[in-house]
């Protein structure tokens, strides 16, 4: 890309991927993962440009290419979890840190991993709504419905009396 639509990407790219990293590595749970699937969404992105751009959300079109990258990274794991599974029990596995941080991060694991996209991107990412459908290719109910289940496993989980108590709808 030689025009001055480059500029526009330059400032487009920088200002989404901190975000998009910080997204993919909640909902994959690993964040050097996170980094690649996010510069390989971007770079779909800039070869894309003349279309992204004229998209109606250009950052959820990224978000959808990054989180359908992510499927197959997820697909991967399962595969290789079931692999190991059958080659017998991990040897020697070190029991995890107790802090808020990873509690979090595992029960978002739980979660499965439409309604984990759900809130990661409406409460990560801080999308609307319609922009989470966007990404998710879904209809904004599906995204309500899907944050609705999440945010009410998450409170059993974590035993919160009122799980609707944030707007999560909005």
């Known amino acids: ?62 978000y959808r290419v990054a989180f359908n990258l992510s499927k ?8 290789e979890r079931r692999h190991l599974r059958r080659s017998g029990p991990e040897p020697g596995t070190a029991a995890p840190e107790v802090t808020d941080r990873l509690a979090v991060r595992d029960a978002l694991a739980a979660l499965p991993p439409r309604q984990r996209a759900a809130v990661v991107l409406r409460y990560l990412a801080d999308f609307g709504v319609e922009d989470t459908a966007l990404a998710m290719r879904c209809a904004p109910g599906t995204v309500k419905a899907l944050t609705t289940q999440a945010l009410a496993k998450l409170a059993d989980r974590f035993q919160v009396d009122d799980p609707e108590g944030a707007d999560i709808h909005g």
């Open 1 to 62: 890309m030689v025009d001055g639509g480059e500029e526009e990407l330059v400032r487009f790219c920088g200002r989404v991927q901190p975000k998009l990293v910080s997204t993919l590595a909640l909902y994959l749970c690993d964040v050097g993962v996170a980094e690649e699937l996010a510069q390989e969404a971007l770079v779909r992105a800039w070869e894309r440009w003349p279309q992204v751009s004229g998209c109606a959300s250009p950052e959820a079109w990224v």
């Open 72 to 79: 197959s990274v997820l697909r991967r794991r399962r595969l």
